[in-house]
């Protein structure tokens, strides 16, 4: 399957509704994930180790730092253009395809909201792939809800002390600093902010994860036992956590989208690979079932452009990021369960990569708040 180019227009190099400059992100994206042999995105998957020398290849090319501006290492391009390579990269199953995109969601508070000297320090290395960044926000009881967090910071002179465990850390056990997300005691300013580094006195790796999807990407726990973070590495200010949390993550949907997008169209190419090889006859009796799953995932695709497209105007929509990760993820999810069953046995074929699909495409609907709460997320404003 990592042979076959997607037959949809939307992802050809002649697309009309695309800009040059996304065309050529696209095709860049195209060429990086063809070098990755399939033996070599199998290896990565079932022996669940992640990829640092892709990840650092990819940062060489642009992608670590895509939509971030040239005076920080970043590559100037738009969020369009990030989200195609997502969805190329999920399209082929590219063994660091989550970490790159939880490294940009992790640059962009430190962006948005860090000092010049954190943007000095954290995004330059970042964009060139000698840092590596992740997201410390769920908890083993809190997930999106940054109400319900139990990671502590005191301030101690010139220091914060922070206590508590993150859990299911995307690049976890690779990263090099994490965007750390608690409570501050003895204050009534709330969830905080701050910039812990892999180095810090008291930080540690806890329990990594051995996990049926989103392999190869260093998931594990990360534990703060009296971790001391500088004062220089608060984000933003005293309370402005939640600010922080909730403007990564809505971001964070949409690349989620593209990508699902992707694991969408994959799963799409390899089902009409394997209706290729029948007999024509047979072939005619798919047709309309194709269409209906061709259908699902033009809508994916719409509506995450269209989010992707909000962010570079300047707007960002959440109820529309939140719609589009529903819509992709439900999406990849039921295509990629539609071509097992047209493959049958087949299907479960690593070398198909459909069951590969099949299984990121679950966790997909579950992380960075799942498909059920996205749907709340969309009624509530609904009725506002």
Not at 50 to 61: M, T, Y
Not at 96 to 117: A, K, T
Request: proline fraction near 3%; charge should be negative.
């Amino acid at each position: 399957m990592l042979q076959t180019e997607p037959s949809q227009q939307t992802m050809g190099a002649d697309n009309p509704l695309l800009t040059p400059q996304q065309l050529r992100w696209l095709s860049k994206a195209r060429a990086f994930a063809q070098q990755i042999s399939l033996a070599e995105t199998i290896r990565a998957d079932s022996e669940n180790t992640f990829r640092r020398d892709l990840f650092e290849s990819a940062c060489k090319e642009g992608f670590g730092a895509l939509p971030f501006p040239t005076q920080y290492g970043g590559s100037g391009g738009d969020y369009l253009s990030f989200a195609l390579v997502n969805e190329e990269f999920a399209r082929r199953c590219v063994p660091i395809m989550s970490s790159l995109g939880v490294h940009v969601l992790c640059q962009e508070p430190v962006y948005r909201f860090g000092s010049d000297e954190q943007k000095e320090k954290y995004l330059v290395p970042s964009s060139c792939g000698r840092y590596l960044a992740a997201f410390g926000l769920t908890e083993p009881a809190a997930g999106s809800d940054t109400a319900a967090l139990e990671t502590s910071a005191r301030l101690v002179g010139d220091e914060y002390i922070l206590n508590g465990t993150k859990t299911f850390i995307t690049s976890g056990g690779s990263a090099d600093y994490y965007i750390v997300m608690a409570k501050l005691v003895g204050s009534d300013d709330g969830i905080t902010a701050f910039i812990v580094e892999r180095s810090f006195a008291g930080f540690e790796i806890g329990q990594k994860f051995d996990m049926l999807g989103m392999r190869g990407y260093a998931t594990c726990e990360i534990v703060m036992n009296d971790c001391k973070v500088p004062k220089a590495n608060l984000l933003g200010q005293h309370g402005w956590g939640r600010k922080v949390a909730l403007s990564s993550l809505a971001k964070g949907r949409v690349t989620i989208a593209a990508q699902a997008t992707g694991w969408a169209q994959g799963a799409l190419d390899g089902a009409i690979d394997c209706i290729r090889k029948e007999s024509d006859a047979k072939q005619c009796q798919f047709y309309g079932f194709i269409g209906e799953l061709s259908l699902s995932l033009e809508g994916a695709r719409a509506l995450t452009y269209q989010a992707a497209r909000n962010i570079d105007r300047g707007d960002m929509d959440a109820t529309m990021a939140s719609m589009a990760k529903t819509q992709a993820t439900d999406a990849a999810m039921k295509i990629a369960t539609e071509a097992i069953s047209i493959a049958g046995l087949a299907g479960m074929n690593p070398d198909l990569l459909l069951e590969r699909i099949f299984r990121d495409a679950k966790a997909g609907q579950i992380y960075e708040g799942t498909n059920q709460i996205q749907r709340m997320l969309i009624a509530r404003q609904l009725f506002k």
